[in-house]
């Protein structure tokens, strides 16, 4: 069983930076590939990081690339998003997400999501 557990949302200043945890509470962590989604209000929820189950190879949608860097801690059961040179346009709520395949996958791809942590940036 996943159970996933997102912290480290807040409000930060644009430009700033936050780093996102979040943690499987089961015992199943290193079988799944590992993903941030974002959700901003209005809008639908969008991909935002990917990393593999061993954590070689990861992907990044182009509005965060070169900003944003995902990483996970197997041992620790835990999968980090850092997010720096953050813009207005990054206020969402994020949520991460365990599933079976890599790349920029869709919402309906991911079998498990936590609850989400909301990231506000301001001017």
């Known amino acids: 069983q996943v159970q996933l557990i997102e912290s480290g949302g807040g409000l930060v200043q644009a430009g700033g930076s936050l780093r996102l945890s979040c943690v499987d509470a089961?015992?199943?962590?290193?079988?799944?590939?590992m993903d941030w989604f974002r959700q901003a209000p209005g809008k639908e929820r969008e991909f935002v990081a990917a990393?593999?189950?061993?954590?070689?190879?990861?992907d990044y949608s182009e509005s965060v690339k070169g900003r944003f860097t995902i990483s996970r801690d197997n041992a620790k059961n835990t999968v980090y998003l850092q997010m720096n040179s953050l813009k207005l346009e990054d206020t969402a709520v994020y949520y991460c997400?365990?599933?079976?395949?890599?790349?920029?996958?869709?919402?309906?791809?991911?079998?498990?999501w936590g609850k989400g942590t909301l990231v506000t940036v301001s001017s």
């Open positions: 089961g015992r199943t962590f290193s079988r799944y590939v």
């Open positions: 990393i593999s189950r061993s954590g070689s190879v990861r």
């Open positions: 997400a365990a599933g079976s395949k890599f790349g920029i996958v869709r919402v309906q791809d991911m079998d498990y």
